[in-house]
């Protein structure tokens, strides 16, 4: 069995599926499980469906639902008994004036409703043992299984395996996922992960990759999996704005050809946080974008939204630095001043920006960068060769351009570097273990 490091996601690729779940076969062929699933409406009735062509499924609702597959029972405790995996997929709902057919930007922000999970939770829970499996699949924001639901779960062990089907197409994207997210308390590959993968194995129809996290990063995952595809759908939609407004455009040439741009639009390109966007282009044409967007009269300007996220990024960065610094008593120090590594120019740097904050805060800053000061014929100092420093350092770039005492503290948004000599803070992972020394 492979092991697995705290601190990441798992990814388990078609290529380790024999060596992670066993022989294929056996599993395929393998004697029916025991399935309970709790909640029988538009998209959960679809995949038990799904679940009961090869197992034996039972189901509950408060409505009777119109199927001839899923053996029905009429109380949970009916639904649950002698079942060795139970389902709950049942609402976590808005009122009805938040479901987007109306405007809602002038309403108040508001957290899905639990009563729902948490009701069936409390009850699935008092007739459940530990031999038993519970996995939750409906949708919630990220922190909401670890504050809102796991003191409910004392019988059942517990997984939070959340799905990415639509309306319309449920059984289909049931067994043809970009990816399974199963979330344990830790993020490790559990004995209860384990079965899980192993049942889906029974039933998919392609081959996804199983990204095993904590409860909070598949949380994560689901929400921002679909808010990504809103963002998709509104910048695209904002082209053809622009097409409408400006003329001479047609907005399917525009969009054609940003979607076969595969290295990095339509890639994983870009998908590792660290440090923001940067150099002589990016955030510049956001900025002409905005003038485009108020000249344009669009009514709405997302560039502007983009900027600011970029600056307030920036600044909570700064604010981990200088609270190391103040702690410390140490300087702070960029490793990295051009906009991105092995380059000389610092047109749009985001390190800069950052320090920019830092000194704002009142707090001193060192600079280094052997690139930018050959270029600019500067030897000493901001070349950081062959010198030493005792310093809170802002990773920035990857290679360490500089030798460091045993006191100082490197914050990397990268979270790649560890070493024992000093310590090391992997800004964007707040496991327990996001310190290292």
């Known amino acids: 069995m492979k092991s697995y490091d705290a601190g990441s996601t798992v990814t388990i690729t078609p290529s380790s599926k024999l060596e992670t779940f066993g022989d294929i076969e056996t599993l395929l062929t393998g004697t029916q499980q025991k ?66 057919k109306a405007p809602t930007a002038h309403l108040m922000p508001k957290d899905f409703d639990y009563t729902i999970v948490k009701n069936v939770l409390k009850e699935a829970n008092e007739f459940m043992d530990d031999s038993q499996l519970l ?16 003191n409910l779960v004392t019988n059942p062990r517990f997984v939070y395996n959340p799905y990415l089907i639509a309306m319309g197409t449920v059984a289909w994207d049931m067994v043809n996922p970009d990816m399974v997210m199963i979330g344990t308390e830790d993020g490790e590959k559990t004995k209860d992960a384990n079965e899980l ?21 598949c949380e994560c995952i689901k929400v921002f999996y679909n808010t990504f595809i809103s963002m998709k759908i509104g910048l695209v939609n904002m082209i053809q704005d622009v097409a409408e407004k400006q003329g001479n455009i047609n907005v399917d040439v525009v969009t054609k050809a940003l979607a076969s741009s595969k290295q990095r639009l339509m890639s994983p390109a870009y998908m590792k946080a660290g440090m923001g ?12 974008l905005r003038y485009m967007a108020e000249n344009l009269d669009l009514g709405y300007d997302l560039f502007d939204s983009i900027m600011n996220a970029r600056e307030i990024q920036a600044e909570n960065l700064a604010m981990v630095l200088v609270e190391q610094s103040d702690e410390s008593g140490l300087p702070i120090l960029l490793n990295g001043i051009a906009y991105k590594p092995g380059v000389e120019y610092t047109a749009g740097s985001y390190s800069l920006l950052v320090g920019h904050y830092c000194k704002e805060m009142g707090n001193e800053v060192i600079e280094i960068d052997p690139c930018v000061a050959e270029a600019n014929g500067v030897m000493t100092d901001i070349a950081g060769k062959g010198l030493t420093y005792e310093a809170v350092v802002l990773l920035s770039h990857p290679e360490l351009y500089v030798d460091l005492t045993s006191k100082s503290i490197v914050v990397d948004p990268w979270r790649e570097y560890k070493n024992p000599d000093h310590t090391v803070i992997h800004y964007g992972n707040t496991r327990q273990n996001t310190v290292y020394n």
């Open 135 to 150: 996995v939750l699949i409906s949708t919630v924001l990220p922190g909401t299984t670890r504050r809102e639901f796991i």
């Open 277 to 288: 966007d940067g150099g002589a282009c990016h955030p510049r044409d956001n900025i002409a």
């Open 197 to 217: 993968c192993n049942f889906y194995h029974t039933i998919m129809e392609n081959n996804p990759t199983y990204h095993i996290g904590t409860w909070d990063e």
């Open 35 to 100: 399935i309970g699933f709790i909640g029988l409406g538009k998209l959960g009735l679809p995949c038990a469906e799904v679940m009961a062509k090869k197992h034996d499924v039972t189901g509950y609702d408060i409505v009777k639902a119109n199927t001839d597959r899923v053996i029905q029972k009429d109380t949970i405790a009916e639904c649950v008994a002698d079942r060795e995996i139970v389902f709950v997929a049942v609402p976590t709902p808005h009122d009805m004036a938040y479901d987007g």
